[in-house]
């Protein structure tokens, strides 16, 4: 941290600073040219809050100058982290898929669904068993029996299974069913949870809130990992803006920004990005191509007649054509994809 | 609803999207002039999800027409609803001010806060139990001893209590201390957390989450007020935005706003709305100007060495002034202010 | 400004960085703990780009410390200025209140506005002759005939005159007919015009931009105050936020906060801060509670009728019940409002 | 344009709103249910300003159903436009990229700066003359001997020259020198420039506001061609939101977006997008993968000691790599980009 002092400041009001800031466990150097002192702190507790310093009489600017997140930092850990999903890992060469529907509704639906994102090359089966909407006279999910499904149809396919967990009491029960636990973006600073999931050992998918900086998303993760548990991806899932034509804006910079300050895996959800069906294939190719390590996107056998989110969900063959284009892109950055021979020949013929 | 056709929209089309709205149980109404088809439909489910439509081949434009929440509608209850806190009834013509320490640190800090309060004109005591922090590293509260030395601190003086709750776990715990239950700004959509309340009968505290628009926030109250909780209480407390000088930009017009579409109280928080002691007055007097029912404030007896948001907390005399300053302002408005002999002669002699 | 290098950053990267600094004409303070070496740098040239450090390799952080701004801070001269427009002044005890329609439309609604803004207690007649409409099928303003009938209007009831320049060619024509030119929020940074109109004698009423954060708005002030003109007022109109309720979000906060940086007068406009009727008189209040130095307001003879911004213009007895609950309120912060005896009598009887 | 009445207007409330849109001359369709009666109103001013409606009593919600603009809109001219920059055309199957310093600083770097985008494959050269600074402090631009000097250096490559008018005033010389005219963020809604820009008959390239959302972009590119100029190209170059690790956060998704809406080109600027050289190429790729129609990227010979937004200009060895990888992503939107056999050789050996 540092402090520069008013020009006017007297020798009072500096000391006073001072002594606050070794109460704090800092360590202060001052130095003085013609017009001001500058007073620099290292050390001090990780939690310290700025703001202290900064209403104090003879204070002109407090820089606080390190991230106050450490686990989640690239300085603490310079190489990538790979989260693994038993034999799928997220964060390594491939670019991993997930894909399903909103909610699982039926059988038939999530069955449909896994076999359909499964040919095209998804490797993940996405799907909500409970469900936080921002009305409470909308579907709510189906709970457990949504999760005995979506495992079996998983499993019938080979694929992996993310769903959300939507407070403490669910972890034990999804936890069950699911190899990763899905965070969502409205309860990225629940911290009751968040404290909860990092004692758990299964991988999370923490989702960015829609007013979280980059910052306070990796002090989320700070939470997971400072409670034991390493295996966090990040979702960038779009923010709130002024702009309200698209749901939200998709912040397609923090790909390559958390891959900077970070080491953790981060993929991108382009159908809570946009919230629109005809802008998810254009920024889901956007999110490759910047470098994300994977997505999550929203696949409905009968989109028009989805429980939830039908109109951010596309179809079955535009998926496919989706993961044939980012087939092509994925090289563009050292990046493979995974080439289903079946879904190969199901497009484009 | 109302859905635009495109001018070069099929007859086929249109009765696609007829077929669908009936579906839902929508009664339509088709206008056709020399350009397009307009078709207004009535009924159908309320959390009817708009954007499947607009997703539809031939249409231009949906404009959702009636807002999604019902019984927070001053539609619904046309005249104010008053929350009473015992014989301290918030939405009132008195304007009714909460105030006191972040945390509840020790017996003698709750306490010399709850004198200070009380002595000049504050109704309800405030203070943290289980804090919500952005920094696993911060202080986290004292919990249950918290809530009994702040109840004890509450009674010596005549003050209600107003405390948060975090997590479905902590409500019947902290029911047992306070009057009415905060519910923070990072869970106004914690939808769990909201259901269990809306089966409580303790009165709600409902904080405006910094990027709730004023609808997301209605129907926020409205998960509380369906579940049979008719108490809530609104709070803003500032919303995210690109300034940030400032923590949060307080959105002072969200008072009338939501004093024309609700019925229930709304009170402001300039302590969390600014996050700097020095803007805490000036956004206080603003507030109160606007029409807002009610303050709740930050004050500490000692704010250079509270354990948190010290820096956004006043010092005793400052809220001394600060309770007069008000006192003038509120007749403008046709409000009055609790006026304690004691408080009035402390203040400017 | 203060640099941090990576605890891993080598002695050539240090060296590298100061180098930089030096030929930057900066004075470089190095200091080292047992992490990491931080550089302090005063001096150099003003419009240093910080980023250029931040992109160097082995820079953790950089930190930008002194407001970018001079003249207009409160560090280059403490007391208040105010901004007189013959014998009215803006800055002082007084609050200063503007008043009239959006554009001038005839000579009767000029002068019927002036009078009934003149007897509610306003000083200064508002009137636009050339406006800047988002479409161009919009009314676009009568030009100088409407400055000429502004200008009657203005002296037959011993008003000031404000109105826009939008253009440099149009600062020699309206400077002819008003005593203070206002620079719209479009134009905020418009460095041609406020290039031109530093040059100017005549004050000038800067409006924030929609998007400008409150350190660009000063920046803005600079242009100028550095080309020599000393009379600027400054107006908080609204940012731009997700809410989309109001037409933006009025920063009442930033009148406290500009009155700490800066010594020019700061007004509001809670016309264009809300975009709606019936939330002005609330906003109005609210600003002047906070400290504003003053208000401008749309009034119009008959809203409804308006040739533009007829829906956030008020109603003349909507402007009299207002200026009467502000002379309630402006005691409260040891200011005072124009007393007119015939306001005074024509309201409430 | 829709009307809502509330459910207890009266019927003479209900005809006065019918009146005042027969007076701006709309059709009106009346529809009553049990409830309510909504007025479906067709026709009317281009320019009617909806809160009218609003504020009139007895009026629950206005929705404005059709687009404010026509001439840029894709429902008045369903095929896309490409405009004509001499032999090469924006719009069309092949990516366009414009590349160059910031500002042209001396004949030598604009020399430079010029070889090596055209070997890398751009068409265009990019450079300013006149700069628009936030602060009055920092370097203003050569002026018209940076016109002379890109001009001679784009010619020596046979390369187009894109350079920007910021005032009315240069409009005639920059079109001199230039084959499309640059219109900045910051005058998107500078309405005496665009109306003169309308009547030019040299092509435009318009950036989109920090704050402007679409449709406002919308309305200033409508200002062009209502004036009589068809050549306009649009450009995303990112928006102010709460985030500031990069400058502004660049909505890529506003290609798909606009796409949609206007038959109008769009092009993307990674540069002032993110305001960070490492943050340049993985958005330059992403907005390629999204669809856009070209780039414009600040290229330098010697970013470090350019004269202003060194820390976003990337180096030429960055371009000629980010060109390569460019060249793989076009075709998985069926595009193409300038393959230059010399650039081919240069990268990768």
Not at 36 to 54: H, K, N, Q, T, W
Not at 100 to 110: A, F, L
Not at 167 to 188: F, H, K, P, T
Not at 259 to 280: C, E, F, M, N, Y
Request: charged share 25%.
């Amino acid at each position: 941290m540092v402090v520069v002092m008013e020009e006017r400041a007297s020798e009072e009001q500096i000391q006073r600073v001072i002594a606050h800031l070794v109460e704090h466990q800092f360590d202060v150097h001052r130095s003085t040219d013609q017009l001001r002192s500058m007073l620099g702190a290292v050390g001090g507790v990780r939690s310290f809050d700025a703001r202290l310093i900064e209403v104090m009489d003879g204070v002109q600017e407090v820089a606080r100058i390190t991230e106050p997140y450490k686990l989640a930092s690239r300085t603490f850990r310079p190489e990538n982290t790979t989260v693994p999903l038993g034999e799928v890992r997220v964060g390594g060469d491939e670019v991993i898929v997930m894909a399903g529907p909103c909610s699982v509704e039926t059988e038939e639906q999530i069955g449909a669904a896994a076999a359909a994102v499964k040919n095209a090359g998804a490797k993940v089966l996405r799907g909500g068993a409970f469900k936080p909407r921002s009305s409470p006279y909308s579907f709510q999910g189906l709970g457990e029996e949504a999760l005995r499904l979506m495992r079996a149809a998983a499993d019938a396919e080979g694929l992996k299974v993310v769903s959300e967990v939507m407070d403490v009491s669910q972890i034990e029960l999804v936890s069950r069913y699911a190899d990763i636990l899905q965070v969502g973006a409205r309860n990225m600073q629940n911290y009751s949870l968040l404290r909860e999931l990092g004692r758990s050992g299964t991988p999370i998918l923490l989702k960015r809130g829609i007013s979280a900086n980059i910052e306070e998303w990796l002090l989320s993760a700070e939470y997971l990992l400072s409670g034991g548990n390493p295996n966090v991806v990040l979702c960038e899932r779009g923010i709130r803006t002024f702009e309200n034509y698209t749901r939200n804006t998709m912040d397609i910079s923090a790909v390559p920004v958390v891959q900077k300050l970070s080491h953790l895996p981060i993929i991108a959800d382009p159908s809570h990005g946009t919230g629109l069906r005809d802008k998810v294939a254009p920024m889901a190719r956007a999110a490759i191509a910047a470098g994300a390590d994977g997505l999550i996107i929203e696949v409905h056998p009968d989109p028009d007649h989805a429980l939830s989110d039908g109109a951010q969900s596309i179809f079955p063959a535009q998926f496919d054509r989706l993961m044939a284009e980012l087939r092509i892109i994925a090289p563009a950055i050292g990046r493979s994809i995974c080439l289903e021979p079946a879904a190969y020949r199901g497009w484009g013929t």
